[in-house]
């Protein structure tokens, strides 16, 4: 069984699905990894108090840590927050960050969305990614390639960690500069 996070380090850098599944490796946690654990508790707990106008939602349940698993895709997840409102189901994930949701976000919150379809038996059309920082709120919908792409790095995750094969380095360098498995990469 994979984590939906696993679904965004696959998108981010397939390496970090190698190294956490395939040589498990004790590894430090960076400050900003560290920083951004205690922002993004700090937003949860103080989200409690807070009302749905700021994801421009008017009413709905709000449900917090939500587990959701799905036996089907090989997937589980904890949900940030989950608002029902009647029978449409929409995930909020709450990310710091001032910069607006990169693709392996949108990603991540992809494959909740699909899980929240199986768990629930329910048609998902959209979830929403709120910066904390910025206060800023971004909806993401549900489309069919977005559906297929999740589905596809999920398939890619299952193989890369059958065959343990390492894979290429990301092209995208800056990306390695706050990697906590930047040392175990020999090329980069």
């Known amino acids: 069984m994979f984590r939906v996070t696993d679904v965004k380090q696959y998108a981010y850098c397939p390496r970090i699905i190698y190294f956490i599944y395939c040589m498990p490796l004790t590894i430090k946690k960076t400050y900003k990894m560290d920083y951004g654990q205690y922002q993004h508790d700090r937003a949860e707990e103080l989200e409690k108090r807070r009302t749905l ?30 608002v029902v409102k009647g029978q449409e189901y929409i995930p909020i994930e709450l990310k710091y960050s001032t910069r607006e949701p990169r693709l392996n976000h949108k990603y991540q919150l992809g494959a909740y969305l699909l899980l929240i379809e199986d768990q629930y038996d329910v048609s998902v059309r959209r979830g929403l990614i709120h910066l904390i920082p910025k206060q800023e709120t971004f909806e993401v919908e549900l489309t069919p390639s977005l559906r297929v792409k999740v589905k596809e790095i999920i398939s890619k995750i299952k193989e890369l960690v059958a065959n343990e094969t390492l894979p290429e380095a990301s092209y995208e360098r800056w990306k390695c500069k706050d990697c906590e498995y930047q040392n175990f990469c020999g090329d980069v």
């Open 53 to 82: 106008q700021r994801y421009n939602l008017e009413e709905g349940e709000k449900l917090y840590g939500v587990d959701l698993l799905s036996s089907r895709l090989g997937l589980k997840g904890k949900m940030d927050l989950l």
